[in-house]
């Protein structure tokens, strides 16, 4: 009996796929589901976009193929007339990837506990 591989299974909540490329391994194009954020410095919500970037982000493999999640984030103006924070990046979540992370929160976890070969271990 075939079994089936979910989008959910794959794809981190709070986040929208826009594409998807096969190969060696899969990689997804995402974009986050919010449209707007709250600045770090005085916590006033956003949603005047200024540039966006893409980020990529490594996840656990599914199926034996590696997966690498492409999540195009945008920087936001803040509005707050007193605030120091001019531009911000949207943060993606503890449950998704730390700020700077290249590895998502699932894939760190995993390479914590020693189930990797050292072997594979090398590089990022």
Known sequence: MPRSL??????????????????A?????TRPIASSARCPGCGQPSSRVHSRYTRTVSD?????RRIVIDIRVCRFRCAGADC????FAERLGPDLAAPYARRNARL???????????TQRTGS
Do not use: F, W, Y
């Open 6 to 23: 979910h989008s959910s299974s794959v794809v981190p909540g709070g986040l929208v796929v826009d594409h998807v490329q096969a190969g």
């Open 25 to 29: 391994g899969l990689t997804l194009t």
């Open 60 to 64: 656990l493999p599914v199926a034996g």
């Open 84 to 87: 120091r924070t001019k531009i």
């Open 108 to 118: 760190e976890c995993s390479r914590g506990m020693g189930d990797t070969p050292p």
